[in-house]
């Protein structure tokens, strides 16, 4: 089997500067990661259910930096010999595994803010199972199959060979357009429904003021978060995507310093995750508290809110519906 080279071999062009932008880009992952793990199990803000999605996803990430950060510095070493009939690189296969699940937990995360807003579903824990089946099983099973091939038909480890190496490309790229395309469905989606509901709510004060409650008229924090995790996506994988694009039709010649972006952004997702998904503000409002005041907070003296949003679920459909029906009695006045 063969993987998606994410360590620099030793031998390549610009190998030492390729091995330190991958040391810096993934130690910034590890901080960012582990600054957030920390702080949720410290708040004990894993107790929310759609904190804890973001909480798995930032373990995932964390463990994709620290395998490249050893990786890059001791790759040769890292290598399991009695893994050597089955995978190509077991450091490469491992952050195969590990960047699958990645997508795969953005994409969950895409799906709760679509299932919270859009479609006003109050019991989103029931899919937690699902996620983790999805999120977990999908990469063992995309793993299992480039296992199976190497072994069954010899597939080469020759990256050069496309015919070889193109099959696993579409296995890492599909779930990464498929979770980038689900986000972007996710923003299109709840962006559309909170601006009607903040034009409904709006026309509701206008013709009840005495009824209604704060107008909001800037862009809610939900809507920047899936807009900033897009943009950050978008600018850590498109030199990858690029580089496989080069690769399919064989173009080899002044692709260097592209290669180095690519190593210099692969790692960043994590750090970018742990900022955008990580940071909500019931974590900046814990925070605030024991900045100024010096003691810890229980977890109910915060008003949570769903990935840095404005409202949380319960917030949103009261006040929703005090609005409409509000509204609607006003017209029947």
Same mark, same amino acid.
């Given at each position: 089997m063969?993987?998606?080279?994410?360590?620099p071999?030793?031998?390549? &062009?610009?190998?030492?500067?390729?091995?330190?932008?991958?040391?810096?880009? &993934?130690s910034?992952?590890?901080?960012?990661?582990l600054?957030i793990?920390?702080?949720?199990?410290?708040?004990?803000?894993?107790?929310?259910?759609?904190?804890?999605?973001?909480?798995?996803?930032?373990?995932?990430?964390?463990?994709?930096?620290?395998?490249f950060?050893?990786?890059?510095?001791?790759?040769?070493t890292?290598?399991?010999?009695?893994?050597?009939?089955?995978v190509?690189?077991?450091v490469?296969?491992?952050? !195969?595994?590990?960047?699958?699940?990645?997508?795969?937990?953005?994409g969950?995360?895409?799906?709760?803010?679509?299932?919270?807003?859009?479609?006003?579903?109050?019991?989103?824990?029931?899919?937690?199972?699902?996620?983790?089946?999805?999120?977990?099983?999908?990469?063992?099973?995309?793993v299992?199959?480039?296992?199976?091939? !190497?072994?069954?038909?010899?597939?080469?480890?020759?990256?050069?060979?496309?015919?070889?190496?193109?099959?696993?490309?579409?296995?890492?790229?599909?779930?990464?357009?498929?979770? @980038?395309?689900?986000?972007?469905?996710?923003?299109?989606?709840?962006?559309?429904?909170?601006?009607?509901?903040?034009?409904?709510?709006?026309?509701?004060?206008?013709?009840?003021?005495?009824?209604?409650?704060?107008?909001?008229?800037?862009?809610?924090t939900l809507?920047?978060?899936?807009?900033?995790?897009?943009?950050?996506? &978008?600018?850590?994988?498109i @030199? &990858?995507?690029?580089?496989?694009?080069?690769?399919?039709?064989n173009?080899?010649k002044?692709?260097? @310093?592209l290669?180095?972006?690519?190593?210099?952004?692969?790692p960043?997702?994590?750090?970018?995750?742990?900022?955008?998904f990580?940071?909500?503000?019931a974590l900046?409002?814990?925070?605030?508290?024991?900045?100024t005041?010096?003691?810890?907070?229980?977890?109910?003296?915060?008003?949570?809110?769903?990935?840095?949003?404005?409202?949380?679920?319960?917030?949103?459909?009261?006040?929703?519906g005090?609005?409409?029906?509000?509204?609607?009695?006003?017209?029947?006045?």
């Amino acid at each position: 089997m063969s993987t998606v080279a994410f360590i620099p071999e030793p031998g390549t &062009a610009n190998y030492d500067l390729n091995v330190t932008v991958v040391t810096i880009s &993934a130690s910034l992952s590890f901080v960012g990661c582990l600054f957030i793990i920390i702080t949720y199990l410290w708040l004990r803000l894993t107790d929310q259910y759609h904190l804890k999605c973001i909480f798995i996803l930032s373990v995932v990430e964390f463990c994709i930096s620290i395998v490249f950060l050893v990786g890059s510095r001791f790759d040769e070493t890292l290598e399991i010999t009695w893994l050597q009939p089955y995978v190509c690189s077991s450091v490469d296969t491992l952050l !195969h595994f590990l960047f699958i699940s990645s997508f795969m937990w953005t994409g969950c995360i895409a799906h709760m803010l679509l299932r919270v807003i859009n479609y006003e579903d109050e019991t989103i824990d029931r899919y937690f199972k699902f996620y983790n089946l999805i999120s977990w099983g999908v990469p063992f099973l995309i793993v299992l199959a480039l296992v199976l091939r !190497h072994v069954w038909f010899n597939a080469l480890c020759d990256p050069t060979k496309m015919g070889e190496y193109s099959i696993v490309r579409i296995l890492f790229f599909i779930p990464l357009m498929l979770a @980038w395309l689900l986000n972007m469905y996710a923003f299109f989606k709840v962006s559309k429904k909170l601006y009607k509901e903040r034009k409904l709510h709006r026309r509701h004060i206008r013709l009840a003021p005495e009824t209604g409650g704060p107008v909001v008229e800037e862009t809610p924090t939900l809507v920047n978060t899936q807009r900033l995790f897009l943009v950050a996506f &978008a600018v850590c994988w498109i @030199w &990858a995507i690029v580089l496989a694009f080069f690769g399919f039709f064989n173009i080899q010649k002044n692709i260097n @310093w592209l290669i180095t972006i690519n190593y210099a952004f692969t790692p960043l997702p994590g750090l970018c995750n742990s900022i955008i998904f990580g940071l909500n503000d019931a974590l900046k409002a814990r925070i605030s508290v024991l900045i100024t005041c010096c003691h810890k907070i229980a977890p109910d003296e915060v008003n949570e809110s769903l990935l840095g949003a404005r409202y949380n679920n319960e917030e949103f459909l009261l006040w929703r519906g005090n609005s409409v029906s509000d509204f609607e009695n006003h017209s029947v006045q």
